[in-house]
């Protein structure tokens, strides 16, 4: 086809251009600037023509920026998470959306482990002192933390990723309690976890880490009263999205030792600003929404978001779409 008659794509930000190549000789893109906060101002003009959008978690895809783009036919997210997307808004107007599970399950349950282990062990303080001079001598009371082993974790959410972290836990000798729709009994019996209500894992659990999608229902889940049920030993990490937890709560939390710690890769706000009191507390580990930042995991989620949204533009079923009530009754 020639070049001026393939179908217009925008790419909100830039990307290594082998992680695209994919797209070759298939569309036409616009590519916003790799830093882009928001929708770039810059690719404003290409929405009237657009039919395919590529965007990242940050990108809100409302109804105000759906009805710029009339022609749009697919939509696709590289994250797993879509909470970013009206994603009813796309079905009203049939229009697939896609995102990319599987691929970054293991590289974000890694750094669930990586988190709850520099938090157990002081990891972040016990560096900054050996740079600043403090280590002095082998230290038999400084930095004491907390046994990972024979520790009682609690995975809130167990899907995927859950399941790959409570895979980790267990590999630690970890007991595991979780929250979600039971799993299947031998998938039970296999990690050794048992399910419990969330007042009941979070009474319970040394360690809590959440894995749940951002929903209606999920917003402000962890509030104060949740993290006053919670051991005052307790650490609370956070892998899911930001508004899941209440910031406020937590500050308060941490600054009134109701729990030990927090691990952070995601807040609310996001990201969060650098004079925010969060950063003050050294009792909380934030790092900038890290999780899936694995060479291959990154690669292997920008080939899949090709994948959907080469689909959609070809008129085929996306890989991973999100509303595959769009398919129906055509
Ligand atoms: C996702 O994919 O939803 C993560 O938050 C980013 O890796």
Known sequence: ????????VIITHSLPTEWLAKLEGKCRTVIGPWDATHFDPSLEPYLAEAEGLFCLLT????????NRAPKLRVVSNMAVGYDNIDVAACTARRIPVGNTPGVLTAATADLTMALLLAAARQLP??????????????????????DLDGATLGVVGMGKIGRAVAQRAKGFG??????????????ETELGAQRVELPELLRQSD???LHVPLTPETRGMIGEEQLRLMKPSAILVNTARGPVVQTAALL???????????ALDVTDPEP???????????NCLIVPHIASATHNTRRRMAELACDNLLAGLEGRRLPNCVNPEVYENV
């Open 207 to 209: 360690f809590v880490t």
């Open 174 to 187: 970890m007991k595991l309690l979780y929250t979600d729709i039971p799993l299947p009994p031998e998938v």
């Open 272 to 282: 969060l600003p650098p004079d925010h009191p969060l950063y003050a507390q050294p």
């Open 252 to 262: 308060k939390a941490l600054q009134e030792k109701w729990i030990a710690a927090a």
């Open 1 to 8: 086809m020639e070049e001026q008659n393939l179908p217009l």
């Open 125 to 146: 303080q016990a560096s900054k002192d050996a740079r600043e001079g403090r280590w002095i001598t082998w230290s038999p009371a400084g930095w004491l933390g907390a």
């Open 59 to 66: 990108i809100p895809v409302r109804e105000e920026l759906l």
